[in-house]
């Protein structure tokens, strides 16, 4: 029993090291197994992610910096808290997304397509395609900052949770696009997930989807509450599924590029999903 704490607590501190900056003072051996335990945590990610994010929009609209004439309007919070999200992932997901726009907009043989994507240098289609994502971020971010303190502190973390519980989604059922390869990239270390991964980062993703809705104000199974959820979940995997066929049509499978390319995707379209479901 204590080893199966250890091994989970060594996964969810994995997780936050893997997908975040923040200061995790913990020293771990990094395995393939390590790698596949720490998906489980993938929602747990997003949702700490997506708190500290609306509790600095909070501190933004707040009423304290308001009344000392310090609000700084919508655009500008936005902008701040978009800054703060990048800060947070280190930038990881959005630096996948321009290698897998260089490779899938260049029109080329799927075989130069994952070399292009390879390279560290960031090509015109890459930079565009970032502008692009960050410009509707910050726009939607705008609408999120007019709704109801409680709604903006507590649904916009179901953004980020939905769209990392999708990334393991698309890891176990979609194959690595560089097998054989003799350079892997970080997207093999995942490999080999099991239906209990899924089954337990599901079933986290759903516990903290209801207590958000919960904190939010809403009754766990109230029929808004259900909706909500239901938003989040149908729409990350319709939304999901279209952009990994899409994806692994052109390149023959996934790789870790095109995990984070789905993530930011997903996070654009969910801030327009789950603000039509909650305003």
């Not at 958000?212 to 104000?217: A, D």
Request: glycine share 10%; with cysteine.
């Amino acid at each position: 029993m204590l080893d199966l704490v250890v091994k989970g607590l060594a996964g969810c501190a994995a997780a936050f090291q893997f997908l975040t900056r923040l200061p995790i003072p913990v020293k771990l051996d990094y395995t393939d197994s390590l790698f596949r335990r720490s998906v489980i945590f993938y929602p747990l990610v997003g949702t700490v992610l997506g708190l500290l994010i609306s509790f600095a929009g909070g501190l933004l609209q707040g009423d304290l910096l308001l009344a000392a004439g310090l609000g700084l309007g919508s655009s500008v919070n936005a902008a701040l808290l978009l800054l703060l999200w990048v800060s947070l992932t280190g930038a990881l997901h959005l630096d996948g997304l321009m290698d897998t726009a260089d490779g899938i907009l260049s029109h080329r043989p799927r075989e130069q397509m994952l070399e292009i994507m390879k390279d560290s240098r960031v090509g015109a289609m890459g930079v565009i395609a970032c502008l692009l994502l960050l410009l509707v971020k910050w726009t939607l971010l705008q609408q999120w900052l007019t709704l109801p303190h409680h709604t903006f502190m507590f649904m916009l973390p179901l953004v980020l949770l939905w769209s990392r519980w999708y990334m393991v989604v698309a890891i176990a059922n979609w194959p690595y696009a560089r097998q054989g390869q003799t350079s892997r990239g970080i997207g093999s270390f995942f490999r080999g997930l099991s239906v209990k991964h899924l089954i337990f980062h599901t079933l986290l993703a759903l516990l903290l989807s209801f207590a958000l809705v919960w904190l939010s104000g809403g009754g766990i199974l109230s029929l808004d509450g259900l909706l909500i959820v239901s938003a989040a979940a149908i729409g990350t995997v319709l939304s999901g599924v279209l952009i990994s066929i899409y994806l692994s049509r052109k390149l023959g499978g996934l790789t870790g590029d095109t995990y984070g390319a789905m993530n930011e995707l997903l996070e654009a379209a969910l801030l327009l999903i789950l603000y039509i479901t909650v305003r």
